[in-house]
């Protein structure tokens, strides 16, 4: 069975399993326990069957356990939509959660790719001032909206007027990564400059994000992350990884999870 203390440390889901959607759902219904049932939800995710997105948020709404609450909110902002955020009960539990419960979503937040989770931020900022939930709030939101100035100087009112610029010059019905609409090409990119700094400084591979983006978009994980010793060798398993990536089919403002575009729960159980 999956190690959940080690998925929660890891910069992605997992491998996808070798079952198939029919056994996974008649184990699913079978489970004794919150954390096998997360487990048969997540490799049931990781297969393309949103429906079970639904039993996601039922879970991360009802438990009691903090690791499966820290697993079910980073997986369900990897895998929600716009409207999963616009039904505001879907994330009732920030309502009573613990300090670390919160936090946790917060730091996840832009895992969903959808300004529509900046005003769920802003509610929380007024709610948790002066406490270190605000720290990274304050630092959720600015790098979200693209603000350079001191996270810790901005106001309230205007984290609230940058979104609303945002909102009013961008599409929002796009899914959007650091400000720009998201794309794997751009990450990767991204990912190659840094590698090949590394590489060149003889330093260690210091960016936490995109190893981790890519990996959950693609469901190919990256040889690279965080803290890795960039050698040479490195850098050819990166190149042949990047060269992966660029042989699938990949749409402009899309949102992706291990390789299928995401659709609300509603959408794959009707449609």
Same mark, same amino acid.
């Given at each position: 069975?999956?190690?959940?203390?080690?998925?929660?440390?890891?910069?992605?889901?997992?491998?996808?399993?070798?079952?198939?959607?029919?056994?996974?759902?008649?184990?699913?219904?079978?489970?004794?326990?919150?954390?096998?049932?997360?487990?048969?939800?997540?490799?049931?995710?990781?297969?393309?069957?949103?429906?079970?997105?639904?039993?996601?948020?039922?879970?991360?709404?009802?438990?009691?356990?903090?690791?499966?609450?820290?697993?079910?909110?980073?997986?369900?902002?990897?895998?929600?939509?716009?409207?999963?955020?616009?039904?505001?009960?879907?994330?009732?539990?920030?309502?009573?959660?613990?300090?670390?419960?919160?936090?946790?979503?917060?730091?996840?937040?832009?895992?969903?790719?959808?300004?529509?989770?900046?005003?769920?931020?802003?509610?929380?900022?007024?709610?948790?001032?002066?406490?270190?939930?605000?720290?990274?709030?304050?630092?959720?939101?600015?790098?979200?909206?693209? @603000?350079?100035?001191?996270?810790?100087?901005?106001?309230?009112?205007?984290?609230?007027?940058?979104?609303?610029?945002?909102?009013?010059?961008?599409?929002?019905?796009?899914?959007?990564?650091?400000?720009?609409?998201?794309?794997?090409?751009?990450?990767?990119?991204?990912?190659?400059?840094?590698?090949?700094?590394?590489?060149?400084?003889?330093?260690?591979?210091?960016?936490?994000?995109?190893?981790?983006?890519?990996?959950?978009?693609?469901?190919?994980?990256?040889?690279?992350?965080?803290?890795? @010793?960039?050698?040479?060798?490195?850098?050819?398993?990166?190149?042949?990884?990047?060269?992966?990536?660029?042989?699938?089919?990949?749409?402009?403002?899309?949102?992706?999870?291990?390789?299928?575009?995401?659709?609300?729960?509603?959408?794959?159980?009707?449609?």
């Amino acid at each position: 069975m999956m190690d959940l203390e080690h998925l929660k440390k890891d910069i992605w889901y997992g491998e996808i399993s070798n079952h198939t959607i029919e056994n996974l759902k008649s184990n699913l219904r079978d489970s004794a326990t919150e954390k096998e049932y997360f487990i048969l939800i997540n490799e049931l995710l990781k297969l393309g069957d949103f429906s079970v997105k639904e039993l996601l948020i039922e879970l991360m709404n009802s438990t009691r356990n903090e690791l499966v609450l820290h697993l079910c909110t980073r997986l369900f902002c990897s895998v929600a939509t716009h409207d999963d955020l616009l039904e505001t009960n879907n994330l009732k539990f920030l309502s009573s959660a613990s300090e670390d419960g919160v936090h946790n979503f917060v730091v996840s937040a832009s895992e969903t790719l959808s300004y529509h989770v900046v005003p769920y931020l802003l509610a929380l900022l007024e709610e948790w001032e002066d406490t270190f939930v605000e720290k990274a709030i304050r630092n959720e939101l600015s790098w979200m909206l693209g @603000i350079e100035d001191e996270y810790y100087e901005v106001s309230l009112e205007e984290f609230n007027e940058a979104y609303s610029g945002f909102i009013e010059n961008n599409d929002a019905q796009e899914y959007y990564y650091r400000n720009r609409l998201s794309f794997p090409g751009d990450l990767a990119k991204e990912l190659v400059s840094e590698v090949m700094s590394s590489l060149r400084d003889r330093t260690t591979y210091n960016v936490v994000t995109l190893s981790s983006v890519l990996s959950i978009w693609s469901g190919i994980k990256c040889p690279i992350q965080y803290d890795t @010793i960039i050698t040479n060798e490195k850098n050819r398993e990166l190149m042949s990884y990047i060269d992966v990536l660029t042989k699938k089919e990949w749409k402009i403002g899309k949102k992706y999870f291990y390789g299928y575009v995401v659709e609300s729960y509603k959408k794959a159980i009707y449609e």
